[in-house]
């Protein structure tokens, strides 16, 4: 089964800056990642998706990811009190189709410091 | 717009005592609906997931069953509870690829 790597933390970054989330994967077959926010008692959100190599940018988060490391991240530009939650990263489980569920890292847990 | 519903939201059981939790997704026809679970200290764990009425895949042996009466229904059961079935349930659907969780259903077993 495929594995996800993140960091647990906590990452603290002050109100303002840029904060930087980063996720490995185990499996280079891997076509789609996924960025879900989860405050603390609450479900997951989707944020972001990215399936292409590269920059995808929303607002102020940006995904990059780099299949050849199997390294995907996101960043979050000036960083709001709002944005302290779990942040999980997620790729399919199987071949990616339609129907497959998701393997989730442990995520990370991010305090934006006012 | 689609919209995912989940109760109860919160439960606590006796140890071997039966389960029932409901989820529905409306806005949507034929979704592939998904069950997890969020234990204290660990990720989320897939449980079972429908690509149709009837059709139940698991992903975990466990004491815990699914079921998908209709099309935007799925039902997560367990005949006797165990205390490492604590945790927080989440349902989710998805048509291609991204998941949407519902609110979730937070389970203490006693």
């Given at each position: 089964q495929k594995e996800v790597e993140q960091n647990s933390g906590p990452l603290s970054?002050?109100?303002?800056?840029?904060?930087?989330?980063?996720?490995?994967?185990?499996?280079?077959?891997?076509?789609?990642?996924?960025?879900?926010?989860?405050?603390?008692?609450?479900?997951?959100?989707?944020?972001?998706?990215i399936y292409s190599n590269g920059d995808k940018e929303d607002g102020r988060f940006t995904a990059q990811l780099n299949k050849a490391s199997q390294y995907v991240s996101l960043l979050i530009?000036?960083?709001?009190?709002?944005?302290?939650?779990?942040?999980?990263?997620?790729?399919?489980?199987?071949?990616?189709?339609?129907?497959?569920?998701?393997?989730?890292?442990?995520?990370?847990?991010?305090?934006?410091?006012? | 717009?689609?919209?995912?519903?989940?109760?109860?939201?919160?439960?606590?059981?006796p140890v071997g005592s039966p389960l029932s939790l409901e989820c529905t997704v409306?806005?949507?026809?034929?979704?592939?609906?998904?069950?997890?679970?969020?234990?204290?200290?660990?990720?989320?764990?897939?449980?079972f997931y429908s690509v149709g009425i009837g059709q139940i895949s698991s992903e975990v042996p466990q004491n815990l069953s699914a079921s998908r009466p209709q099309d935007r229904q799925f039902i997560l059961s367990s005949k006797k509870l165990l205390l490492s079935d604590s945790g927080f349930y989440l349902c989710a659907w998805s048509l291609a690829g991204e998941q949407f969780f519902g609110p979730g259903t937070r389970l203490t077993v006693l």
């Open positions: 970054v002050p109100e303002g800056a840029i904060a930087s989330l980063n996720c490995t994967y185990s499996d280079r077959v891997s076509q789609s990642f996924f960025w879900y926010r989860q405050y603390s008692g609450k479900s997951p959100e989707l944020i972001m998706s530009r000036d960083s709001q009190p709002s944005d302290s939650a779990t942040y999980l990263c997620a790729v399919p489980m199987y071949s990616g189709g339609g129907a497959d569920g998701l393997t989730f890292g442990k995520g990370t847990h991010l305090i934006i410091q006012p | 717009s689609q919209t995912i519903h989940q109760w109860p939201a919160t439960l606590v059981q409306e806005g949507t026809s034929n979704p592939n609906l998904y069950w997890y679970r969020q234990a204290a200290g660990r990720g989320l764990q897939l449980l």
